[in-house]
């Protein structure tokens, strides 16, 4: 019997052993500055390498108030977000056990919250001031982006990936419990930030990524 057992632990060890060196195959990741969004990200991801040029991952988070900052003008902040990656490796390093690689990304966020505004009555002319209403702003966006992954270890499950890219975003924005027959009142945002009166808007926007894997 104790036999049997110390050969299935060294059957086990070497395919761990196996699986490690061909760094192929499945994996999970984890993004650890997620929480530091504007809206924190908490979630998780599973990918696939094909072979040594291709491989392609998802990640999924559930959005909810920043850590840092509050909810801020997020009030009763509730949504998600997923991105999908497909990356080809440009080159091996095996001196640091590290790849460099190109992809694309293709990202979807969807959030709703209480919002805030001042509101002008079409035919009264009145303002409405700090009128309560809920905000639902959907986000879609495609990039490119630059990579490199480290191996934590000749032999390690582990990995580091970092990542950063150029892309375009497209927002929409739905207002509902609105003051009927009236308009928001424009406000001056900050850089970056869409207009409160538009309902679509179109950015640059700028992904970078930081992730820990690993290979099971």
Known sequence: MKTKVISLLLVIVLCTSVNAQQKN?????????GILEIQAAY??????RFNEQWEASTEYA???PSVWMGEGKYTNIQGFKTTSTIKYTLHINE?????????AEFRYKQFSYDDVADFTNLTTGKTMKE????????VKGFAGIIGKQWDLGENSRWALELTAGIGLRFKNIQRDNTPE??????????????PNYKDNHTSVYFPIGLRVMIRL
Request: hydrophobic share 30%.
């Open 43 to 48: 979630g998780a991801g599973i990918g696939y």
């Open 131 to 138: 009128y309560n209403f809920k905000n639902t702003t959907r």
């Open 62 to 64: 559930q959005l909810k």
């Open 95 to 103: 001196y640091t056990n590290s790849r460099t690689f190109v992809g």
């Open 181 to 194: 027959n009236s308009f928001i009142v424009a406000t001056d945002t900050g850089f970056g930030e869409t």
């Open 25 to 33: 195959g499945l994996y999970f990741t984890v993004n650890p500055l």
